[in-house]
């Protein structure tokens, strides 16, 4: 990749169960620490336990949980990058899975929220907004890619919001995807997914542009890619093959093959079907690797944030390719033998210099995966 064709991420922000400073919120998932507490509801739930965002009212309405968080994430991005929210060149990509439309019965746009957010955060231009279930996070950021790749933008904020409600709680309860008491991803006991909340964003510039205004870049986006399984609304094609060609579609588009890759940040919702799909899919993608990468997973730290994960992960990502630490896997005892990867458990592992790629899968059949680069690799 040629200097003037990376494009650098410039500033970023989330807002997470464990806090929403970037560097303190890194430490904690160092640590080993998680956000997962028990979390009321008025109606019976196959599990109480649920992450929450300390400073969001969970009082509020949910729309305005979602207008708040956004807004908040949205406008700290920006200013990490140093740039005017309301610079015409600025386009956000704003992604959510529901948002906070389950419980509004009467909604009739699925983008209002985040033309409301953006306009609030102070951006001139209306947003694109994207809502493909669980990877809406990763997709916004791939979306944003493609667009500063073709010239239609010059700047995009990236990423992905959602707030914890009753509704999704319900939802994810009777569908038996929810666990009863605890996230262990990858786990030979998981047994279902913990629902959290959050939001992060990403800003993307191509390098040339950034270099002249004096930024500095946390990393470099290299190429995404993603497929659908079009197998079933709630659950992934079991071979795996689907989130194999979501891979190779971002090494491809990245120019690497999988010997380079060094971290991978999986999507480890923690439900005995999606961690055993993912098992096996890296299994085939890494056959043979000399040396595998090292493999790590957030939600049992920040709880499933649905159409934030992947933008979070895309933060956390870029975290471990800066540091060359990976944090251990929450409550990971006893990993799945057919993962085939280093993963850590209890303590942090370190990772070779390289690329990482992070994996989300989303209901509907939807899956994305992200090269990303540490900022070393950015070309001066």
């Known amino acids: 990749m040629s200097a003037g064709s990376q494009v650098w991420v410039t500033g970023r922000a989330w807002s997470t169960a464990l806090g929403s400073d970037v560097d303190t919120v890194w430490e904690s998932l160092l640590a080993g620490a998680s956000g997962i507490t028990e979390v009321p509801s008025p109606l019976p739930l196959r599990g109480m336990l649920a992450a929450t965002v300390p400073d969001l009212d969970r009082d509020l309405p949910a ?3 979602q207008q708040r968080i956004t807004r908040a994430t949205l406008s700290t991005a920006l200013r990490d990058a140093g740039i005017d929210p309301g610079d015409p060149r600025v386009l956000p990509v704003l992604g959510t899975s529901y948002g906070p439309h389950l419980e509004m019965p009467d909604t009739r746009s699925l983008s209002h929220w985040s033309t409301t957010a953006a306009r609030g955060a102070g951006c001139g231009v209306e947003p694109v907004t994207v809502t493909t279930a669980c990877s809406a996070g990763s997709d916004a950021v791939l979306a944003g890619l493609a667009l500063l790749e073709e010239g239609v933008a ?10 914890l409600t009753l509704g999704k709680r319900l939802g994810h309860s009777h569908l038996g995807t929810m666990s009863p008491d605890g996230l262990r991803a990858f786990d030979t006991v998981r047994n279902g997914t913990v629902l959290g909340e959050g939001a992060a964003f990403l800003v993307l510039e191509r390098a040339e542009r950034a270099r002249a205004r004096g930024a500095r ?7 995404a890619g993603s497929s659908n399984d079009a197998a079933n609304a709630v659950a992934p094609d079991p071979s795996g093959a689907n989130v194999v060609l979501a891979v190779e579609r971002a090494l491809r588009d990245a120019d690497i093959t999988p010997q380079d890759v060094t971290v ?3 999507h480890g919702s923690g439900t005995p079907v ?3 799909v993912e098992a096996r899919a890296y299994a085939r993608l890494f056959a043979g690797v000399p040396r595998p990468p090292v493999a790590f997973a957030t939600k049992g730290a920040f709880g499933h944030t649905l159409g934030a994960t992947g933008a979070i992960e895309a933060v956390a990502l870029l975290q471990a390719l800066a540091t060359g630490t990976v944090p251990p896997v929450p409550f990971l005892r006893n990993p799945l033998p057919r993962l085939g990867l280093p993963i850590p458990m209890e303590r942090p592992m370190e990772a070779e210099p390289g690329w990482g790629i992070s994996v989300t899968l989303g209901f509907g059949g939807f899956n994305t995966c992200l090269v990303l680069q540490g900022p070393e690799s950015a070309a001066t």
């Open 63 to 65: 729309w305005d949980r």
């Open 217 to 223: 870049p946390y990393g470099v986006v290299a190429g």
């Open 264 to 266: 991978v940040n999986a």
């Open 274 to 276: 999606n961690d055993d």
């Open 154 to 163: 010059d700047v995009c904020v990236c990423g992905g919001a959602d707030v």
